[in-house]
C-alpha cells in the first residue's frame, strides 16, 4: 500500500517537532486530540451509537489512543500505521494497555471487524495514487453500518496552511479539500453523513470558542471532519 515508512525519523521527537509549530496557536496537541474525539463523541451520543472495537488508521506513536477509551468508552483498539519505529514507540507507551495492540498496515488484515474507524491528518501525507487504497483498506476494516471518522486539514483556513508549513514532517504534504475528500470517500462506497469544521478560534480568542458548536457546519475550521458510514448489503437491494 505505502512502502516509504518516513515518519521513521520522526519517531523519537515527533512531540516536539508538534509541539513547535504548533507554538503560535497557544495550544499543545492535547487540546486538538480533545477537540477532534469531542466531536466525534457528541455527534455519536446524539444518534445512540455505542462503540465497541475501533481501527485508529494512521495511528503513528499512539497519541490517540487513550481518548477512544477515556472519551468513547471503546472497548478496544487497534493501531496501524507504515512506520514500524513510530509503533514500537506506541507499543512501549502503552505495555501495559491490554485493550490497545499496534500493527504495520501490511500486518493487519482487514476482516470487517470494526464499529468505528478513525484517522487524523494522515491521508495528505498519502501520495495520491494510493489514496483510494488507503480509502478501501478503511471500508474493508468496517462492519456493515460501520462508520469513518476522516479528520483532515483544512487548505481553506490561513492559520493551517501556516502551521503546517513550520511543521518539518508536513513539508510534502499534499492537502485535500473537503470536496476531495467526499469524492474519495464515495468512490470507495461509503456514504457521507455529514461534514463539520473546528477550532475556529486560536488561543488568544478563546472567550469565542462557545461558538464553535453553532458554527461547525460553516467552513471556517482549521481542521474538518467527514463523517460516513460503510452500507449494510441490504441498503444495496432498496
Known amino acids: 500500500m505505502i512502502n516509504n515508512p518516513e515518519f521513521d525519523q520522526y519517531a523519537d521527537d515527533y512531540d516536539a517537532a508538534l509541539a513547535q509549530s504548533l507554538e503560535l496557536t497557544g495550544e499543545d496537541k492535547h487540546y486538538f486530540a480533545r477537540g477532534r474525539m469531542q466531536l466525534v463523541a457528541d455527534v455519536l451520543g446524539k444518534q445512540g451509537i455505542r462503540i465497541h472495537d475501533v ?5 503513528g506513536i499512539g497519541s490517540a489512543t487513550p481518548y477512544f477509551f477515556e472519551m468513547l468508552n471503546a472497548d478496544s483498539v487497534v493501531g496501524v500505521d507504515v512506520s514500524p519505529k513510530s509503533l514500537n514507540v506506541a507499543r512501549s507507551h502503552y505495555v501495559n494497555e491490554t485493550r490497545a495492540k499496534f500493527a504495520t498496515i501490511e500486518e493487519y488484515r482487514p476482516e470487517s471487524q470494526f464499529d468505528l474507524a478513525f484517522t487524523t491528518g494522515v491521508f495528505h501525507h ?19 453500518n460501520g462508520l469513518f471518522a476522516f479528520w483532515e486539514n483544512s487548505p481553506w483556513n490561513l492559520g493551517t496552511r501556516f502551521v503546517m508549513s513550520r511543521c518539518p514532517f508536513d513539508k510534502d504534504a499534499i492537502r485535500l479539500s473537503p470536496p476531495e475528500a467526499r469524492r474519495l ?35 471556517l475550521g ?7 458510514r460503510k452500507p449494510d448489503d441490504k441498503d444495496k437491494l432498496k
Do not use: M, N
Open 55 to 59: 481501527l485508529d488508521f494512521g495511528c
Open 222 to 228: 482549521a481542521q474538518y471532519l467527514v463523517l460516513c
Open 126 to 144: 498519502i501520495p495520491l495514487e494510493h489514496r483510494e487504497q488507503s480509502a478501501a483498506y478503511v471500508f474493508q476494516s468496517l462492519r456493515a
Open 185 to 219: 470517500l464515495r468512490k470507495q462506497g461509503f456514504e457521507i453523513l455529514s461534514t463539520l469544521y473546528l477550532f475556529i478560534f486560536p488561543h488568544a480568542l478563546k472567550w469565542l470558542r462557545g461558538l464553535e458548536k453553532p458554527l461547525s457546519c460553516l467552513p
